[in-house]
């Protein structure tokens, strides 16, 4: 590998390049340094908590407040479960029993989740405490448990081990050619493991990370995001495809170096009508379960050889 890099150089370039931009959510750029600052108190807080938490659940949104806080867990040393704050209810109590987390993160009072306890964490009023030495008191080996949809209609939690994580970000940093320049577009759940590549591989970087907003038709928000904040680097899944296909003709974005697939069949006569509106972005279809850590294959994609190398039009 060319660089020993981890999802631990996020806290390397939150130093390195404090006045650039981080995150960019709700309308609202955040830069390394504000990024820093707010992972540092959530960072605080779960010191001070005085419960030893290898797994923290996170009620997550599509906000800053999520990225900030998941980002303070994996410093802390703890595994973050990623539980969607307009799941039901139903879900979020059934997650909560089965992972039995340690503490549960939250951005306001859940008076329906009271099995684990719950510190609630706001951005309003932030203040640190002077002259402590603060230490976490756990090192967990795990990096987070997300819990998938089921194939028995149950979510299934699939911890992934930090070592993994480490593995398939040594060998992403080696084989795409990223960069600080880059943007990138978050546009997944959280307990999507793509995710976990969407935001934390431009933090890894010192580039910027855009999440997707939250209202408004889901594929064609990405198809406008994509061309209005001329994001560079993206991975989404093949239907966005066939959602947005009447369209792509009327597109034309050279911004778009890298456009990754997965989670589904990605077929040729899609690949090429995404390529004619997305002409300089490299289309490489990627696969691998959330137990083998986001990816563990990939075809790069081109035309001319796709086809040949095709079953049914499908892309290897």
């Known amino acids: 590998m060319t660089d020993n890099f981890s999802y631990q150089h996020v806290f390397a370039r939150t130093n390195q390049f404090p006045e650039r931009n ?7 750029y955040h830069s390394y340094n504000d990024l820093n600052k707010h992972i ?24 800053f407040w999520t990225v900030a806080t998941i980002c303070a867990v994996l410093k802390y040393g703890a595994a973050y479960v990623p539980i969607l704050l307009n799941s039901p209810i ?18 306001s009072e859940n008076n329906q989740l009271q099995s684990v306890p719950t510190l609630k964490i706001s951005f309003e009023d932030i203040s640190f405490p002077k002259n402590i030495n603060l230490v976490p008191r756990v090192n967990s080996s795990e990096a987070f448990v997300l819990y998938t949809s089921g194939s028995t209609g149950k979510p299934k939690g699939v911890p992934v081990p930090k070592n993994g994580l480490d593995h398939c970000f040594e060998w992403m940093f080696d084989y795409f050619k990223f ?9 997944f759940h959280w307990t999507f493991d793509i995710s976990v590549f969407s935001f934390l591989v431009p933090l890894s970087l010192g580039a910027c ?27 989404l ?3 966005i495809i066939s959602l947005t296909q009447k369209y792509l003709p009327k597109l034309k974005s050279v911004d778009l170096r890298y456009s990754l697939f997965g989670g589904e069949a990605l077929y040729n006569n899609s690949a090429k009508l995404w390529q004619n509106t997305f002409p300089n972005a490299q289309i490489v279809n990627m696969y691998g379960p959330s137990e083998t850590t986001i990816y563990m294959s990939y075809y790069k994609w081109n035309f001319e050889s796709a086809v040949k190398e095709s079953l049914n039009n499908i892309v290897p």
Do not use: H, M, W
Not at 43 to 61: D, F, G, K, P, T
Not at 98 to 104: K, N, T
Not at 179 to 187: I, V, Y
């Open 22 to 28: 981080a995150i960019y959510a709700q309308g609202k």
């Open 40 to 63: 540092e108190y959530v960072y605080n807080q779960l010191c001070l908590s005085n419960i030893e938490a290898n797994r923290i659940a996170v009620i997550c949104s599509d906000d």
């Open 90 to 107: 139903e879900r979020q109590n059934y997650i909560i029993e089965d992972v039995q987390p340690d503490l549960i993160l939250a951005q």
């Open 179 to 187: 960069d600080e320049n880059d943007r990138f577009l978050q546009p």
């Open 209 to 235: 990370c855009y999440l997707l907003p939250q209202s408004g038709v889901r594929s064609l928000v990405i198809l406008d995001c994509l061309i209005k904040y001329r994001i560079t680097v993206v991975c």
């Open 237 to 239: 899944v093949p239907s």
